[in-house]
């Protein structure tokens, strides 16, 4: 009896694997989709720094200043500069092909001099809420590292008559200028990311989804696929038992998916340089994890009745899952109850417990949790799985 | 071999299977015979431990149905109405598998398959993929899988439907082989020529079986006797004769019509008289022996006027 198990059980993971290589659409999909959708997505996602945006700069002042902090800007390699000079109504971004228009206003150099400095104006356009805000950063980092310029001008020209009077002012009070002069800074450590990479942020959630997308769908078709040919009836009427017909169906996608992965670890590790430090830990969240979507694609398949359905269900279950899963946005800014839906997901607890392993190279015990979800998620959809084969159409 | 105890299924407070007793010798080719609907299939599906039976129990070898149907399973095959093998695996590769789901031997599964092959004569056909096969050659190729484990009961649900004439005889004549091999048969089918084949033929209809008994016996069921007309022409004839109060039924054989009633002599003294239709020209009558599709119209059709009366013995 025992010997007879792995006999029978390898039978259907052989049938299974001939289903999926005699299908070469199903086959150019798994080999063809996971590489290119790392590349696409790992580039999409890898945000370098901001460069060439086109941006009109006019300078309606023409003061040495204004001039001056116009060469300062042109220095700037985020902005693609259109310069312009002289009046006029600001023009409409999308007419003049710019995304942001940048005015010198007149009457701005002097304001500096006089003591009562003029605001730079400038329009951004909105639609891209992430560029725009950038761009408000870098125009103000370039302003205030202007004015600090300036101020280090004016420092080294003081007259002596001047150094001379600063003297007569008491010691703790001149400090207390000097300091308030000079530019007050953080000195942040970033650890677990220093190099602030995003690609190194969403490696979990290319990886994780890359599975989820491929291996839900597919498993999901396969039990309603026996289901509606009739062959569900023979198949439970082999000796086989429902627990070896899951297991038996699950294991050649197993093999499958580990290709998937180690195929998009490997395009990241060398085209993105991301780096796996502790490649097991990964490997044993990588299983769970697959365990649990490949159940659940088992879990969606016994409960349909056609595979349309399967398909249907699939794609409503897999949707929400893409901004839920803090794959490529953090969950921290979520409603509570959202984020409490985002928790069912086993493709959340994936991607913060890869990212502990591979960013923060934390310990088992920061895992635990995560760990002990996929597991518990695994073991409960493939018993349901087996538990519902035996609803066969009437 | 089988023995069904009072078996019922179900559904929605509907009896499909209704307290059904039936027995079946090894060795035998039992037909189980019904109109559409009767509750055959529910019956093989409740025989195969795919559906559990709402009362009753039933056993094969001795074994329960339900309650050993893990163990049940190694001694019979199953051939659904419906072609469902794997239709992107090759002949081989379908035998293979059910073989190794099956629990057969690794070592003997080859030498099953080809056995199997040749029996069922598909060796030229070994590689091809089941879905190419002709409609004769997948129900040869289901009858393989079914026997692949070398089973000692079969299940066949209605294993000739859509198969041409020809094809019906190869199929029957591999199951006689098998019930020559001792291999007990359990068949449904619709077509009366199979019925005739069968060792015995039970009646369902309704969920209730009506008769059981042996094919040239249950012919004498039918206690009345068949008359038979020549009108012309004859569907209006079909149509005004069905609708003549005292006649259960009308029936078109070879060019002429067959009346069911419970005294048809009567009617022909009548009609010697006078012949009621005027528009319709009556040109000759004789008498007919009633055969399997007769006791079968008048079971299924409920023509109790034309039947023995008698209680259906287990």
Redesign the interface.
């Known amino acids: 009896m025992t010997l007879r198990l792995p006999g029978a059980l390898l039978s259907i993971a052989y049938k299974e694997f001939i289903h999926i290589i005699r299908d070469w659409r199903i086959l150019l999909l798994l080999f063809t989709l996971p590489p290119a959708f790392t590349l696409i997505m790992g580039h999409a996602f890898e945000h370098g720094d901001l460069s060439d945006v086109p941006t009109i700069l006019r300078n309606e002042d023409d003061s040495a200043e204004s001039r001056q902090f116009v060469d300062f800007l042109k220095t700037n390699k985020a902005f693609a500069w259109k310069e312009e000079t002289g009046k006029g109504p600001i023009p409409d971004l999308l007419h003049a092909g710019v995304q942001g228009v940048v005015v010198i206003p007149s009457g701005w150099g002097k304001g500096l001099n006089s003591g009562e400095p003029i605001p730079i104006q400038a329009v951004l356009d909105g639609t891209d809420t992430t560029t725009s805000a950038e761009v408000e950063g870098v125009l103000d980092q370039a302003l205030g590292a202007f004015q600090i310029k300036l101020r280090d001008e004016m420092v080294d020209n003081m007259p002596d008559e001047m150094i001379e009077l600063g003297k007569k002012i008491p010691e703790d009070f001149r400090n207390k200028i000097v300091s308030t002069m000079a530019q007050w800074t953080v000195k942040t450590e970033i650890v677990y990311n220093p190099k602030q990479k995003f690609i190194d942020f969403v490696t979990p959630g290319i990886v994780g989804l890359m599975l989820q997308l491929l291996t839900v769908p597919l498993m999901a078709v396969t039990i309603t696929r026996e289901r509606e040919n009739g062959t569900l009836s023979q198949l439970l009427l082999t000796s086989l038992r429902h627990w070896e017909i899951v297991v038996g169906k699950v294991l050649p996608y197993l093999g499958l998916s580990a290709i998937v992965i180690a195929v998009v670890m490997g395009l990241t590790h060398w085209h993105f340089e991301v780096n796996f430090p502790r490649p097991w830990p990964l490997v044993l969240l990588c299983f769970l994890f697959l365990l649990c979507s490949l159940g659940l694609g088992l879990l969606i398949s016994a409960f349909c009745d056609t595979q349309a359905q399967a398909v249907q269900i699939t794609v409503f279950f897999l949707l929400p899952i893409i901004p839920l899963c803090g794959a490529f946005a953090p969950l921290d800014q979520l409603p509570d109850a959202i984020r409490a839906l985002a928790e069912v997901f086993p493709l959340t607890h994936f991607c913060r417990a890869f990212r502990l392993v591979n960013l923060a190279n934390a310990e088992f015990r920061f895992l635990l949790g995560d760990i002990a979800y996929l597991s518990l998620g695994a073991l409960a959809t493939f018993t349901a799985a087996a538990l519902l084969l035996r609803r066969t159409q009437s | 071999m089988i023995v069904l105890n009072h078996l019922s299924k179900i ?1 929605d407070g509907m009896a499909v299977v209704d307290e059904l007793c039936l027995s079946v010798e090894k060795g035998s080719i039992f037909g189980l015979l019904g109109p559409n609907g009767a509750g055959k299939t ?1 019956t093989i ?1 409740m025989l ?4 559990r039976p709402s009362s009753g129990h039933g056993t094969i070898g001795g074994m329960d149905i339900w309650k050993n149907r ?1 163990k049940v ?2 001694h019979f095959g ?1 051939m ?1 109405q ?8 090759t002949v081989t ?1 379908n035998l ?8 057969v031997e ?1 070592t003997q599964i080859t030498s099953r398959v080809c056995q199997l092959l040749e029996q069922t004569d598909l060796t030229a056909k070994k590689d091809a993929m089941a879905g190419s096969l002709s409609g004769g050659m997948k129900q040869r190729l289901s009858l393989a ?1 079914a026997l692949i484990h070398d089973p000692e009961v079969l299940f066949l649900d209605e294993p000739t439907s859509g198969l041409d004439p020809v094809h019906r005889q190869e199929l029957w004549t591999l199951l006689y082989n098998l019930s020559h091999e001792g291999k007990t048969l359990l068949v449904t089918t619709h077509y009366m020529d199979e019925a005739e084949r069968c060792t015995e033929v039970g009646f369902l209809h309704r969920g209730k079986l009506l008769a059981k008994d042996r094919p040239d016996l249950i012919k004498d069921h039918y206690r009345s006797k068949l008359l038979e007309l020549q009108v012309e022409p004859q569907m209006p004839a079909l149509l005004a004769l069905n609708q003549t109060p005292g006649i259960l039924g009308a029936s078109l054989r070879s060019g002429w019509i067959r009346l069911y009633a419970s005294h048809p002599e009567k009617f022909l003294q009548e009609w010697q008289r006078q012949w009621p239709f005027p528009a319709l020209q009556w040109t000759g009558h004789r008498w007919a022996t009633p055969d399997m599709e007769d006791v079968f119209r008048a079971y299924s059709q409920g023509f109790d006027g034309v039947l023995r009366e008698e209680e259906v013995q287990p």
């Open positions: 559904y529910t599906r195969c431990g795919l559906t893990y399973r190694r199953y659904a419906k072609f469902s093998l794997y239709p992107d695996l590769e293979r598998f059910f073989g190794g789901a099956c629990g690794r899988c």
